[in-house]
């Protein structure tokens, strides 16, 4: 079964730090996102991509976050100076292009994350 | 803000009962309706998607939906201790035809041995 590939599965790095993290998305999506995951709360949404550019970003998603696709198959999310406060598990996401489906409907399909660990 | 609302419980369950999952999402546009278990320290894993008012059903588990209260459950029949997990409604969001999934907060089911 196709699946979302992430790496690393944990990362532990110092506060002011770069950090990349990465995904590999199903090959035939082509709408891809970041959700992450504070310890005990909810899933958020970073970003929304899709044809090279942002399609949406949350407030979360500041001037420190950027992410690019920088060849057919990676999808990368970089914290350019790590906070503690970015301590979170990191979730990489795609879905069917949107020709094949709906607007509105389809499976999000989730990576099985990256925990990043900021000190 | 478009909200995604649902009880955080802990909700106990003994096992071979029925555990009841809701949820009320704020945007009336909305139409799809998404159930994800997550198990700690894991990422969210698809149970069940609902697009049409009433039941739906896939073996042990049954989302009802209500677009007209705003209201979506889950249903787990005969729970299983392996049930036990933290269920996360979610909704997609359309934005200008931007997608993008909103979770509620989840809610922690415990099924009791």
């Known amino acids: 079964e196709p699946e979302v590939t992430q790496t690393p599965s944990h990362q532990v790095t110092q506060m002011g730090q770069e950090v990349i993290l990465r995904c590999v998305p199903i090959?035939?999506?082509?709408?891809f996102y970041w959700y992450r995951q504070i310890l005990g709360q909810k899933v958020e949404f970073l970003v929304s991509?899709?044809?090279?550019?942002?399609?949406?970003k949350s407030e979360i998603f500041d001037d420190q976050f950027s992410v690019e696709r920088p060849d057919g198959s990676n999808f990368t999310l970089k914290i350019r100076s790590t906070k503690l406060e970015d301590s979170a598990m990191y979730f990489c996401a795609s879905i069917l292009a949107r020709q094949d489906r709906e607007l509105g409907t389809g499976e999000l399909f989730f990576g099985e994350g990256s925990r990043l660990t900021v000190l | 803000q478009k909200e995604v609302e649902q009880n955080s419980g802990p909700l106990s369950v003994p096992e071979g009962a029925i555990a009841s999952l809701n949820c009320t999402y704020s945007d009336r546009g909305s139409q799809s309706f998404f159930w994800y278990r997550q198990y700690s320290g894991k990422s969210p894993e698809l149970i069940m998607f609902?697009?049409?008012?009433g039941d739906k059903e896939d073996g042990r588990f049954t989302a009802q939906l209500n677009k007209a209260s705003q209201y979506v459950s889950l249903l787990i029949r005969d729970s299983q201790p392996s049930d036990s997990a933290t269920y996360l409604c979610?909704?997609?969001?359309?934005?200008?035809?931007?997608?993008?999934?909103?979770f509620g907060t989840g809610t922690r089911l415990t099924i009791i041995p």
């Open positions: 609902i697009y049409s008012n």
């Open positions: 090959s035939n999506h082509l709408y």
């Open positions: 991509f899709y044809n090279n550019e942002i399609s949406e």
């Open positions: 979610a909704v997609i969001e359309t934005n200008f035809g931007n997608e993008k999934l909103t």
